[in-house]
T-cell receptor, first 112, second 118 residues
């Protein structure tokens, strides 16, 4: 069955520290992979996406993600977190019908 | 207005009421989506419309009835809902690629309607 797992429900990091949010997926073919961010009271905003090619993808707001086929992972990283990065982050897999499958989300808290 | 807008932003309704959620996209897209976001659960795709035709109904109860009169507007008609239907309902749109479907397209989301069913 197709699924997305975000093992960390809640993560707290200090401002200026590095960040890695984990995402593992189960999918029968080459997936289309996305990371979205949701701030309180807002809809989801696309951070980055992977379709093919270079497995290291750059996104907005200084985020990047690396696709590792052998590990079925698409982890999101940022070298230095800002207080405004506090939000909920969703990993998603998109097969060929527009039917995005989302993970449960990881809530990021940033300590001053 | 830009992007994807949703009205109302908040809605409280009784189980016997009938109400409608509205979504409008100003991006020139041809595909539109309804999602349900419940606390502690992943986003659930409800419906997909591509060029005004429904292409996905993810086993949604009939008390939710979508309507897509044109590529810019999407409605979700609600009637005889249950308390467990309380959630954030998100609308999204994407380019839409005609006969090839909505293969891996980026979806742009609205801010959602927070629904409370009493």
């Amino acid at each position: 069955a197709q699924s997305v797992t975000q093992p960390d429900i809640h993560i707290t990091v200090s401002e200026g520290a590095s960040l890695e949010l984990r995402c593992n997926y189960s999918y029968g073919a080459t997936p289309y992979l996305f990371w979205y961010v949701q701030s309180p009271g807002q809809g989801l905003q696309l951070l980055l996406k992977y379709f093919s090619g270079d497995t290291l993808v750059q996104g907005i707001k200084g985020f990047e993600a690396e696709f590792k086929r052998s590990q079925s992972s698409f982890n999101l990283r940022k070298p230095s977190v800002h207080w405004s990065d506090a939000a909920e982050y969703f990993c998603a897999v998109g097969p060929n019908t527009g039917k995005l499958i989302f993970g449960q989300g990881t809530t990021l808290q940033v300590k001053p | 207005e830009t992007g994807v807008t949703q009205t109302p932003r908040h809605l409280v309704m009784g189980m016997t009421n009938k109400k409608s959620l509205k979504c409008e996209q100003h991006l020139g897209h041809n595909a539109m989506y309804w999602y349900k976001q419940s606390a502690k659960k992943p986003l659930e795709l409800m419906f997909v419309y591509n060029f005004k035709e429904q292409t996905e109904n993810n086993s949604v109860p009939s008390r939710f009835s979508p309507e897509c009169p044109n590529s810019s507007h999407l409605f979700l008609h609600l009637h005889t809902l249950q308390p467990e239907d309380s959630a954030l309902y998100l609308c999204a749109s994407s380019q839409g690629t005609g006969t090839s479907g909505v293969h891996g397209e980026t979806q742009y989301f609205g801010p959602g309607t927070r629904l409370l069913v009493l």
